[in-house]
């Protein structure tokens, strides 16, 4: 597929309930082996059975709904699911991505996507999707310090930096972040400013056998700011996160989770509670699974300060786009989204291949 991220295309806008919150992560070379969370009992709260979502990579929570997007596709959609993981709205954004990943939502309801998938390492440049709670939306283009990488872990950090996380096969991922200020429409050099080394750790899942146990698929950050995740197809790994300090959180050693054996999973979220994790599979019917955090994990996270940052500081500011922090759990307000008639999409829109 020629890259193409960001060129228009016809169709019309959707609705979308989305709320403020702030998703991010990195990862620091050498950190300690991380010790394991007891099980405290892994339950499916319902199956994602819609034929428009075949390929589920991207998830957060927002209350008691979800939002969802495909790996891949010809056109930019995000999905509104119900407690029930019904489709109740869809959102479309007149650009024809490349290979979209993973999303995030910001404290201002902009909700970003990575579009960032590179199966084959090829990719001139990659790119970070914009749409705002005001219909508009963006594209900044993003080129690798040492050439073409698959990432598929978006993070936005409490103050709003985006991070991406790649996917390596010997697992050692590094994390990327804008050099400079974005530019709508431009592009910027990303600086690889850390890296992860994952090791395998026998829990069974995944279409690639034992490689899935480090291979990262994805990422969040507790809507309070207090927690980061990656996660694997196989092992969710959770840090406690003070501030907007990512490198220096993830100094320490995570807590490891294995998570409940499923096709492919690549999308992680944590719940509205932030002492949750949500976690679902590419293949229908798929399970969204809520995995809790043991009680000795919640007892070290911190809730950020509240704070409303704007797009404006995004596109202006130098290493860290948006120089103010989340909106507290207990100050977030509901955004929603009008952006003309709802869309709903064929089920037979697929991505043509199959993305691992």
Not at 107 to 124: E, F, P, Q, Y
Not at 289 to 294: K, S
Not at 316 to 321: E, Y
Request: net charge negative; with cysteine.
């Amino acid at each position: 597929m020629p890259e193409q991220a960001g060129r228009p295309r016809s169709g019309s806008r959707g609705r979308l309930l989305a709320s403020g919150g702030a998703l991010g992560a990195a990862l620091v070379l050498g950190c300690p082996l991380p010790a394991s969370a007891e099980a405290v009992g892994p339950a499916a709260q319902c199956q994602v059975s819609d034929p428009r979502l075949p390929e589920l990579s991207g998830l957060v929570a927002v209350d008691d709904q979800f939002l969802a997007i495909n790996d891949g596709g010809d056109q930019v959609s995000v999905f509104l699911l119900d407690a029930a993981c019904q489709v109740a709205d869809v959102h479309t954004a007149a650009l024809d991505p490349y290979d979209p990943e993973d999303l995030a939502v910001a404290a201002d309801g902009t909700v970003w996507l990575s579009d960032t998938g590179d199966n084959d390492a090829i990719r001139g440049t990659v790119a970070l999707i914009a749409l705002r709670p005001d219909g508009s939306s963006s594209i900044y283009r993003l080129t690798y310090p040492d050439g073409p990488h698959d990432a598929e872990a978006l993070l936005l950090a409490p103050d709003g930096t985006p991070y991406l996380v790649t996917k390596e096969i010997l697992g050692a991922s590094g994390v990327y972040r804008p050099g400079t200020a974005l530019v709508d429409g431009g592009t910027v050099a990303l600086a690889k400013v850390a890296s992860v080394n994952l090791t395998f750790t026998g829990t069974a899942g995944g279409p690639v056998g034992q490689a899935g146990q480090v291979l990262v698929t994805g990422g969040a950050v507790a809507k309070d700011g207090s927690a980061i995740a990656l996660r694997t197809y196989t092992d969710a790994y959770v840090w406690p996160l003070s501030g907007s300090d990512v490198p220096a959180a993830l100094a320490a050693a995570p807590t490891r989770i294995a998570l409940p054996d499923s096709p492919q999973g690549e999308a992680i979220s944590f719940a509205a509670d932030g002492r949750n994790l949500v976690v679902a599979s590419e293949g229908l019917p798929s399970d969204l699974t809520v995995v809790p955090l043991a009680p000795e994990t919640v007892a070290t996270l911190i809730p950020a300060e509240a704070a409303v940052p704007s797009f404006t500081d995004l596109s202006r500011s130098g290493l860290s786009p948006i120089t103010n922090g989340l909106i507290a759990a207990a100050a977030a307000t509901v955004i929603v989204w009008i952006g003309g008639k709802l869309r709903r999409h064929p089920a037979d829109r697929r991505p043509a291949d199959r993305r691992h």
